[in-house]
């Protein structure tokens, strides 16, 4: 639902379970004995519709920021795919990045060109469903919302940096901009 919502939408998900557990669920993100009647938007009608609105101008954003991400790395002697000029399936960038400190400089610059929390600095950590590291960098607006501009990887051979996003393409050059100044350091 976020990245539908073009980034604004700040909530979103499904339910699935038996009919019982679902009126418990309904009830407590709304309120008992309204349950699912009004659905599930928490009071985010507005941004959802608003989100709606924007969203073919943001994945524009975000496919134009893949093209330019791709191109530039490209002439810069990295493996991309998917190339610049080839058809593309999502906004998904992978960047063959070939060290682990170039991994984490990349990600950690896109961080830095972030709006948000652009002064936190990613490190590689455990997370659960990865038995490698993993470093994750996004400075987003809203919690989650990898349609902003975001950037992770495995800390693992051929270390590959998976980048999407850019609300806008401006935004989205900036960071990308950032994240070569910071890994070419």
Same mark, same amino acid.
């Given at each position: 639902?976020?990245? &539908?919502?073009?980034?604004?939408?700040?909530?979103?998900? @499904?339910?699935?379970? =038996?009919?019982?557990?679902?009126?418990?669920?309904?009830?407590? &993100?709304?309120?008992?004995?309204? %349950?699912?009647?009004?659905?599930?938007?928490? =009071?985010? =009608?507005?941004?959802?519709?608003? %989100?709606?609105?924007?969203?073919?101008?943001?994945?524009?954003?975000? /496919?134009?920021?893949?093209?330019?991400?791709?191109?530039? &790395?490209?002439?810069?002697?990295?493996?991309?795919?998917?190339?610049?000029?080839?058809?593309?399936?999502?906004?998904?960038?992978?960047?063959? &990045?070939?060290?682990?400190?170039? /991994?984490?400089?990349?990600?950690?610059?896109?961080?830095? %060109?972030?709006?948000? *929390?652009?002064?936190?600095?990613?490190?590689?950590?455990?997370?659960?469903?990865?038995? *490698?590291?993993?470093?994750?960098?996004?400075?987003?607006?809203?919690?989650?919302?990898?349609?902003?501009?975001?950037?992770?990887?495995?800390?693992?051979?051929? @270390?590959?940096?998976?980048?999407?996003?850019? /609300?806008?393409?401006?935004?989205?050059?900036?960071?990308?901009?950032?994240?070569?100044?910071?890994?070419?350091?």
């Amino acid at each position: 639902m976020k990245n &539908l919502g073009a980034g604004i939408a700040t909530s979103g998900a @499904y339910i699935v379970g =038996n009919k019982e557990l679902i009126k418990l669920c309904a009830e407590r &993100l709304t309120s008992p004995g309204i %349950g699912k009647e009004i659905g599930p938007s928490l =009071n985010q =009608n507005t941004l959802f519709i608003k %989100g709606l609105f924007f969203a073919p101008s943001v994945v524009a954003s975000s /496919l134009k920021t893949a093209i330019f991400t791709s191109r530039i &790395l490209e002439r810069l002697g990295y493996q991309v795919e998917p190339k610049y000029d080839e058809v593309r399936a999502d906004i998904v960038q992978t960047i063959h &990045l070939g060290t682990e400190e170039k /991994l984490v400089k990349f990600c950690q610059g896109i961080q830095m %060109g972030s709006p948000i *929390d652009s002064d936190v600095i990613p490190f590689p950590g455990d997370m659960g469903g990865y038995d *490698d590291k993993v470093i994750m960098a996004a400075g987003t607006f809203t919690q989650g919302s990898t349609i902003e501009l975001s950037c992770d990887g495995p800390i693992r051979e051929p @270390y590959i940096a998976y980048m999407q996003g850019g /609300l806008t393409y401006e935004y989205g050059k900036l960071g990308i901009l950032k994240a070569i100044e910071h890994m070419q350091k």
